[in-house]
């Protein structure tokens, strides 16, 4: 499981800017997706080979009473109680303040594992400007310049060291044929537990928790059409006698880690909704994922013909950047539908984790450019050779000729459609990556 890692801090100390620099790089990979809403408050980074989530809290005001400060305040309260990790992040150039001085006793209170991060350090001498710091209790600080990036890589290296090593996967993985992990999200009444209780239903339910040192993850395994699931850790699921509730508070951090942690996603919606922003946040999580992807649009029990059809065209347009996940009119209260869901959510895992081999692949490049030649630019065309898969789930095409930087996105857009159509790839991001070689 990803570890998540918790910016705090009060205002104004670099903790956006230290995001964005943590999280620059995997941006690039989603950027180009139009109509993607991105939550800039939670994003995915990378340190060598290990990932994390990470989440800014934005300006912390542990005191504030009510209004909009009081909620805010609330929400990183929460966040810091679902972190595995805080990074509290300090002014080197300010000093230590009161604010620094509130916030640091509440996170000594909240018992979570927590780094100081001296921000703004660049040119400073460390030893003068990290004196004052030490008498928070909170270790040695951290030095960093979140805007150079002296400093940030140790940072998170010893964040994530704390942690120790993550618990190795024993179980079965679902490219195997074990159990295939199946995260069920979306915003709250949309109908997750409903849905898992209609999934689950008559068969066979083993539902367990997993305490964990930093969260409960409660699993349910069942059986469906021949094929063994496992629904990962649905964001505040519990077990109230036979059924599945939702009792908890909605929980983004918790619904990033189910996203995470399963082989393929159902995002649900509800059809008798606006596709709000928390929905497109949600599915914007999913995108940068990159994991398999079914979308439910739930409750489209007796809804007007007329209604369906302005419901339909609505979701459709507002989610356009999901169209390579097919979309499902279900009912979880009648049952209809399910079965042909999860038909498409096995097919989804199927297509994100397809061998394409390099003959087949390149057959498919060399007809989709004489069928439709790349434009040019200038007086150079560019000149499309051969492909190979550069890696599965999601799956990544690696196309090799020359002047490659030059073929433009629309044109990688007409690729990506004839590779899904050749190799049947509905319900997986597909990424296209040009390799310029000369
Ligand atoms: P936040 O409110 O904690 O998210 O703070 P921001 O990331 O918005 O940064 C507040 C200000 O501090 C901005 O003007 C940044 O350019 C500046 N800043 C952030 N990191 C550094 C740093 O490492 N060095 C210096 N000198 N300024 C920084
Ligand atoms: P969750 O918060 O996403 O787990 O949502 P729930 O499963 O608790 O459902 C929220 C509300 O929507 C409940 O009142 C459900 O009875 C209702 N609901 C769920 N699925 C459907 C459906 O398919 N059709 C209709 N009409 N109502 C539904």
Redesign the pocket.
Same mark, same amino acid.
């Given at each position: 499981m990803k570890p998540t890692l918790v910016l705090v801090?009060?205002?104004? @100390?670099?903790?956006?800017?230290?995001?964005?620099r943590l999280t620059r790089t995997r941006d690039a990979l989603v950027a180009d997706i139009p109509g993607l809403t991105r939550d800039r408050h939670y994003g995915h980074g990378k340190v060598g080979e290990r990932p994390f989530l990470v989440v800014?809290t934005?300006?912390f005001e542990p005191q504030a009473k009510d209004g909009i400060l009081h909620e805010m305040a609330r929400q990183t309260e929460q966040a810091i109680a679902e972190a595995d990790v805080v990074v509290f @992040?300090v002014?080197a150039?300010h000093g230590l303040s009161a604010q620094d001085k509130e916030i640091s006793a509440k996170l000594r209170r909240s018992g979570r594992p927590t780094l100081l991060a001296l921000?703004?350090?660049?040119g400073l001498n460390f030893a003068v400007v990290s004196a004052e710091f030490h008498e928070l209790g909170l270790g040695e600080p951290h030095p960093?310049?979140?805007?150079?990036g002296e400093g940030v890589r140790a940072l998170v290296e010893d964040a994530l060291d704390l942690l120790g090593e993550p618990a190795p996967d024993d179980e079965e993985d679902a490219t195997a044929g074990g159990a295939l992990k199946v995260a069920i999200v979306g915003r709250p009444n949309v109908g997750k537990s409903t849905m898992i209780n209609a999934l689950v239903g008559e068969e066979r339910v083993i539902a367990f928790d997993l305490p964990g040192t930093t969260r409960d993850a409660i699993h349910i395994d069942f059986e469906r059409g021949g094929r063994q699931y496992r629904l990962t850790d649905t964001a505040g699921l519990r077990r109230r006698g036979k059924v599945f509730e939702t009792i908890e508070k909605f929980s983004v951090i918790k619904t990033l880690q189910s996203i995470e942690e399963a082989n393929a996603v159902v995002l649900v919606l509800d059809a008798r909704q606006e596709i709000s922003d928390q929905d497109a946040h949600i599915a914007g999580f999913i995108v940068e994922s990159g994991r398999a992807l079914t979308v439910a649009i739930n409750k489209w029990d007796g809804l007007d013909p007329y209604v369906r059809e302005r419901v339909k065209a609505d979701i459709e347009r507002k989610l356009k950047f999901l169209d390579f996940a097919k979309f499902h009119y279900v009912s979880a209260l009648t049952g209809s539908g399910l079965d042909a869901l999860m038909r498409s959510v096995d097919a989804a895992f199927k297509a994100a984790i397809a061998n394409l081999p390099t003959p087949q692949l390149t057959r498919t490049l060399i007809d989709a450019t004489t069928r439709q030649t790349p434009p040019r630019h200038g007086v150079t065309r560019p000149k499309l050779r051969y492909a190979h898969q550069g890696g599965r789930n999601p799956p990544l095409i690696v196309i090799h000729g020359n002047s490659l930087e030059h073929v433009p996105e629309s044109y990688r857009r007409y690729l990506e459609g004839v590779f899904r159509e050749t190799f049947r790839l509905q319900g997986t991001p597909l990424r296209i990556q040009f390799n310029v070689s000369a």
């Open positions: 801090g009060r205002p104004n @100390v670099g903790k956006s800017t230290l995001f964005n800014d934005g300006g @992040v002014d150039r921000n703004k350090a660049e960093i310049s979140a805007t150079h």
